[in-house]
């Protein structure tokens, strides 16, 4: 599935779609919980508003690149948690030095 034929869906739909992905990530900024899925080859970003609790909207990406070239900010994602999604490796905490 397309951006634009994720877009053309129904709010169900697209909700419905969401919950099947797979839960990549999770971010923060001032007004939002951002919460990245996986369906298929589309990513989805969920924002969630923080004080009202309420879905304000979806952001959706074929891949990196597209998302870097919309100059939406990178998704910080636990580097365990990445290994075992991209490798089905056990999952066990990473620590990475910044040095």
């Known amino acids: 599935m397309t951006p634009e034929q994720f877009y053309k869906l129904d709010v169900i739909k697209q909700a419905s779609l969401v919950w099947e992905g797979t839960h990549i990530g999770k971010r923060q900024d001032e007004e ?3 919460t990245l899925y996986k369906k298929d ?3 989805i970003e969920v924002f969630l508003h923080k004080e ?7 952001q959706t990406y074929s891949n990196k690149k597209e998302q870097n070239q919309l100059g939406a900010s990178p998704v910080p994602i636990e580097i365990c948690t990445l290994r075992h999604y991209l490798h089905n490796a056990p ?4 620590t990475v030095n910044s040095n």
């Open 91 to 94: 999952i066990e905490p990473v």
């Open 41 to 43: 080859d589309l990513y």
């Open 52 to 58: 009202y609790q309420v879905i304000k909207k979806f």
């Open 32 to 34: 939002y919980s951002i």
